[in-house]
């Protein structure tokens, strides 16, 4: 599977971006995907996580409420939705793709990565 991160930039604090990693190579309708993050110097981090039919999401505290993540099988493609952005939510971006189980919010869980897109908020 190949993971295509976009939708990133540069937006002002209480902004909104939405994400998109595509895939190609093989249908996603199997996988859980993921989203991380990580900031300069900072481990990367889980943002959200989605099961591979789509009925049971995760999130991070620090997202919980503000970021909803979806997924279009039709399309091969997942999205996160970022609502009231925070300077703190400055990252690179990551999808990744992981077979069905658990744990949904561990980096080492998922097979696939995309190569990441750049969100900058400002203050």
């Known amino acids: 599977v190949q993971l295509q991160a976009s939708g990133g930039g540069l937006v002002q604090a209480g902004g909104s971006l939405r994400l998109s990693c595509k895939a190609s190579?093989?249908?996603?309708?199997?996988?859980?995907m993921g989203w991380f993050r990580q900031a300069p110097g900072k481990e990367r981090e889980f943002v959200a996580a989605?099961?591979?039919?789509?009925?049971?999401?995760y999130y991070a505290d620090s997202v919980e409420g503000r970021f909803t993540i979806s997924r279009d099988n039709t399309k091969n493609t997942v999205y996160l939705q970022m609502d009231s952005l925070k300077p703190e939510d400055t990252a690179v971006y990551y999808c990744?793709?992981?077979?069905?189980?658990?744990?949904?919010?561990?980096?080492?869980?998922?097979?696939?990565w995309g190569q990441g897109t750049q969100v900058t908020v400002s203050s």
């Open positions: 989605i099961d591979w039919t789509g009925d049971t999401t």
């Open positions: 990744g793709a992981k077979l069905p189980g658990y744990p949904y919010n561990k980096y080492s869980t998922y097979n696939y």
């Open positions: 190579g093989r249908t996603i309708s199997g996988y859980g």
